[in-house]
Nanobody
Framework: QVQLVESGGGLVQPGGSLRLSCAAS????????MGWYRQAPGKQRELVAR???????NYADSVKGRFTISRDNAKNTIYLQMNSLKPEDTAVYYC???????????????WGQGTQVTVAS
């Protein structure tokens, strides 16, 4: 089994910053890719940023230049540095990853439980 544990959410004023973390644990052979998604009330879940084990990244247009995703492969952890936050960034942020697990012959996808980010004055 696998666990994805997110942390770092909270309330921040517009223009502020937050750093999210997501740590994976379990009987893991490989993880690729890892990413962050978000879901605002009444909206569909959307990709925010994603990173491969080799460090290749892609971002939603709405966060380019403001958010940075990074990865520590040794710790099976990804981070999302969010700067210049806007009220429209308010959402539950979910960690997601594809795993190759010990004893499995195919990749499986897991979601974290989510962490709330609220941008408001």
């Amino acid at each position: 089994q696998v666990q994805l544990v997110e942390s770092g959410g909270g309330l921040v004023q517009p223009g502020g910053s937050l750093r999210l973390s997501c740590a994976a644990s379990g009987s893991i052979v490989s993880i690729d890719p890892m990413g962050w998604y978000r879901q605002a009330p009444g909206k569909q879940r959307e990709l925010v940023a994603r990173i491969t084990s080799g460090g290749r990244t892609n971002y939603a247009d709405s966060v380019k230049g403001r958010f940075t995703i990074s990865r520590d492969n040794a710790k099976n952890t990804i981070y999302l540095q969010m700067n210049s936050l806007k009220p429209e960034d308010t959402a539950v942020y979910y960690c997601n990853a594809d795993f190759l697990l010990v004893g499995y012959l195919r990749w499986v996808n897991y979601w974290g439980q989510g962490t709330q980010v609220t941008v408001a004055s």
